[in-house]
DNA sequence: CGATTTATGTCAGCGATGTTGACATAAATC
DNA sequence: GATTTATGTCAACATCGCTGACATAAATCG
């Protein structure tokens, strides 16, 4: 432990900035619960026509964000097994959703590539949920979304956070 | 449409706000993703160890914070079949970390409660769930907590929020 | 060049979580 | 007394994770 120097009445940083209480924290938790249900209740409404589901959308959405990615670069983002992947990617492909192509440098690997149709649906999956950040975004201010972000952020393992960052800007540089 | 008195170059409400760009909305698509999965993280290591899964915390969560709660009450909440629930349920009855007591008005209703032992793991579940709220609350800052919660309400439909709100303020009541 | 490692695919089986449909029981209500 | 409500339960099914094991082709190492 530091030298405790600071006085016993709390003084944090600049000015004496209230800690989270256990109630605040406890909504924080229902916030997310709630929160993500609704986000994710748009596309998981449309994948249940056909014998997809939200797996499918992960693998489109990112495949889309980073055409060319390789089957392991994939297995990282999502953090699932090959196998599990394996039977998201296969009807992708069977159904002419994703395209694998032989790597230049390594003809070991298989770059994954959406086709015109699976362009199409992946955005069909995201275009409600992207309609709902968007309401969301404008209804709560450009302060209220850098809030938002930083949370989310904050949320993440140092490690995750990384992982999602350099991710996100990877795709930024694009 | 209002009359369209406004100048082309947009100014929107007060200031020029400048509307989310598409980059922004993936990226807050992203974070959702990224945010959910870690903030799931602790517990799902946890839940693992016995035969329990993200469903039995859930419902320890609710039966926790609002004790008393009647099934079809939980049902609401969860959004989920009644025969989801049971297989949920059931076995925390069963393993007693859940008791039913027949309600004194109607005694149809089960009105479920958390022993000893059911508060006892739901904390445990909860422990490092709410640390990391915690870490982030105070790495971000309150001014950012505020705009998360903005949001993240925000990102929910009118009914979604209505029952998130009336339950987070009953929970909040006791 | 031969051995090893890497990238990917695949088979088999299991567990958790959701679904629908159907039926049963007890208690409340009309 | 008939109906509705609250709950429980059985059966079957799909998605999405997991582990373990094995196969193949291409790259790399010694």
Redesign the interface.
Known sequence: MPAPTAPLTLASEDEA????T??????????????????T?DPDQILAERDYGRAHH?AL?FIG?QPGISVAGLLDIL?VTKQSLARVLKPLVDHGLVEQRVGTNDRRKRLLFLTDEGRAFEERL?DP??A??????????????????????????AD?RK??NA??DG??AR
């Open positions: 900035t209230a800690p989270p256990d109630a605040m924290l406890r909504e924080g938790a229902e916030l997310m619960f709630f929160g993500y249900r609704s986000f209740r992960r959405h964000r953090g995201s949920q992207r709902r950040l968007l309401r969301a975004f404008r209804e709560a201010g450009p302060e209220a979304v850098d809030g938002f972000r930083l949370v989310m952020t904050a949320i993440m393992d995750e992982q999602a991710y996100m795709a930024k």
